[in-house]
């Protein structure tokens, strides 16, 4: 569950393509990262896999089912960003539990995936507070913890972690290391950390002006990358 599969996917902003024909196949259950410099395209192919932005061509599946035309809240997926983007006039609970409520979960429903989540990420003791009287690492992971209780077979993370300072990335990002070992959901995960992406990546995939440029484990990459470009990105000293 959760696999995904991009063929020829492109996209265009006016006369402008930025995603130039991306053809990539991501396991049920494995954590993919992708790098790549600024502009490169990564956001707008997240966005497009979330269904936030429509694609120009190519084909988009999910579990074998193009998605291409079904609105983001019926993927089955859940994404988080840089920035957090919390209710601030609701609780840390009400803000994990919106999702749930919109599609008509009942109470007792929501209220176990809410505490669910809480559980996961140490956040019980913080459940009644808004978003005003977090740090900004609470933030992060009440966001995480409202992907969660969702139940996404497919997780999208867009730089998450970009905005913690630096202990708190590293102790957010083992927090994501390990869901993923609870979860065994798909991850997609989007940084331009290297640390993150050799720690947390099974595949990493470098992208470039709209293309992938290579894709391979971590070692792979690290090993043989194809050119000084890629290097570049997974810190061998080539
Ligand atoms: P990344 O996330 O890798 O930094 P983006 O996906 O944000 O890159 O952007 C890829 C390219 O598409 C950039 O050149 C950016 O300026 C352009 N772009 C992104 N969103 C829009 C938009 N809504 N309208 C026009 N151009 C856009
Ligand atoms: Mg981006």
Request: proline share 4%; glycine share 8%; aromatic share 6%.
């Amino acid at each position: 569950m959760g696999a995904l599969e991009l063929r020829g996917v492109t996209k265009n902003f006016g006369k402008t393509e930025v995603i130039k024909g991306v053809d990539l196949t991501v396991n049920a259950g494995e954590f993919c990262v992708f790098v790549g410099p600024s502009g490169c395209g990564k956001s707008t192919l997240l966005r497009m896999i979330a269904g936030l932005e429509d694609t120009t061509g190519g084909d988009i599946l999910l579990d074998g089912r193009r998605v291409n035309d079904l609105a983001p809240a019926r993927r089955e997926l859940a994404m988080v960003f840089q920035t957090y983007a919390l209710y601030p006039h609701l609780s840390v609970r009400d803000n994990m539990g919106l999702a749930l409520k919109q599609a008509g979960a009942s109470r007792s429903e929501i209220t176990a995936a809410t505490d669910r989540a809480a559980a996961m990420l140490e956040l019980e003791p913080l459940m009644d507070r808004r978003p005003a009287e977090l740090s900004g690492g609470q933030r992060q992971r009440v966001a995480i913890g409202r992907a969660i209780v969702r139940r996404p077979k497919l997780f999208l993370f867009d730089e998450p972690l970009s905005n913690l300072d630096a202990a708190l990335r590293v102790a957010t990002r083992i927090e994501i290391a390990r869901l993923h070992r609870e979860l065994k959901t798909t991850m997609i995960y989007v940084t331009h950390d290297q640390i993150e992406a050799m720690t947390l990546a099974h595949r990493i995939v470098v992208m470039r002006q709209g293309r992938i440029e290579q894709v391979g484990s971590p070692m792979e990459l690290y090993n043989n990358p194809a050119n000084t470009f890629v290097a570049g990105f997974i810190g061998s000293p080539q």
